[in-house]
């Protein structure tokens, strides 16, 4: 059973007991489903390049495997809680530190006056912070609750097991000879580019909490949610390249009350939905997701007093 930590929510929280036995939290997957990716901070992968002048299925080079860096996907994924928040009227905990050495002239404080406050300034009040800082922590002393993996992928759909966090796609190394369009040379090549991507990604990222708070699953869902609902933004894409049709990413979390046979149901092109998975999501869209939503609302206006504090009653 779910042991959920309350203690800093304003509201009661409680969700159909016999349900509580089935989340699979502390664990979390989130759908990705993304025919290009260009992750700034890399690739890392198993083998030699593949062949750029090439391709044959049963070529080693294009059986290439590897890793998803995690922290571009982190840093996806504080964007879009932090577009939550502020879109509630609530500002955003800022994730660099106001004395930072990258700090340039007055773009932190145009941040401050765009909806975010101070890293930190938010435990004056408040012992955990705001939502985003307990959950995602600061530097040093609150290392965070969240841990987020790589998302292990592979070209070779039987080797992927998407209970682990882990993703059908395929390893390319991109080279481009940019070249002069000055007449007079001739066309000769001034620099040569180089660039890793993955494309036809589709598995799952498996997000875990170190502490189950009811506001921390909250602020997941609506952000996930809202980072689907605005995957053709260029604010809200994944990885560099985005001018170029990269990084647009259809994003879900997976319902937490199925069970790890019915996660990999859902990757499964042989089956469709149980009738058990149909029913748990109609139980997760009726009666468990809004709870936790509610859990986030009431955190968030425990600390900003102007937002309303949800009764419950509310439809």
Same mark, same amino acid.
């Given at each position: ?21 089935? /989340?699979?939290?502390?664990? /979390? ?31 080693? *080079? ?14 996806? /994924? ?28 007055? &773009?932190?404080?145009?941040? @401050? ?46 080797? &992927? ?15 481009? *000879? ?22 036809? @990604? ?34 809200? *894409? @994944? ?45 997760? *869209? ?30």
């Amino acid at each position: 059973m779910v042991d959920f930590d309350t203690a800093n929510l304003p509201v009661e929280f409680d969700l159909p007991v016999e349900e509580e036995e089935e /989340l699979m939290l502390p664990d /979390l997957y989130v759908g990705l489903d993304a025919g290009l990716l260009a992750p700034g901070d890399g690739i890392v992968t198993d083998r030699h390049h593949a062949s750029s002048d090439r391709y044959e299925a049963d070529d080693p *080079q294009n059986q290439i495997a590897g890793q998803i860096s995690p922290f571009a996907l982190s840093g996806w /994924l504080r964007h879009g809680c932090e577009a939550v928040l502020q879109a509630a009227g609530a500002s955003a905990c800022h994730p660099g530190e106001s004395n930072a050495n990258f700090r340039l002239e007055d &773009v932190y404080d145009r941040d @401050l006056e765009a909806g975010y406050h101070e890293k930190g300034s938010c435990t004056d009040d408040v012992d955990a912070g705001c939502v985003l800082y307990d959950l995602f922590g600061g530097f040093g002393g609150s290392p965070g609750k969240l841990i987020r993996r790589p998302v292990s992928f592979s070209p070779v759909r039987s080797q &992927v097991d998407v209970t682990k966090g882990e993703a059908e796609a395929h390893y390319r190394q991109l080279h481009t *000879q940019v070249r002069s369009r000055n007449e007079e040379d001739g066309g000769q090549p001034l620099r040569h580019s180089t660039r890793d991507v993955v494309g036809n @990604l589709v598995g799952t990222w498996k997000l875990t909490l170190r502490e189950v708070k009811p506001e921390f699953v909250g602020l997941l869902l609506e952000a996930i949610a809202f980072l689907d609902a605005h995957s053709d933004e260029y604010a809200f *894409q @994944l990885g560099g390249a985005r001018n170029f049709g990269a990084g647009m990413v259809d994003a879900e979390i997976l319902n937490p009350l199925y069970s790890e046979a019915e996660v990999k149901c859902v990757y499964d092109r042989r089956k469709s939905p149980t009738s058990e998975m149909e029913r748990k999501d109609e139980l997760w *869209q009726t009666q468990c997701r809004d709870k936790f939503v509610e859990a986030l609302q009431a955190r968030t206006a425990r600390r900003d007093g102007e937002l309303p504090v949800p009764d419950g009653d509310e439809p």
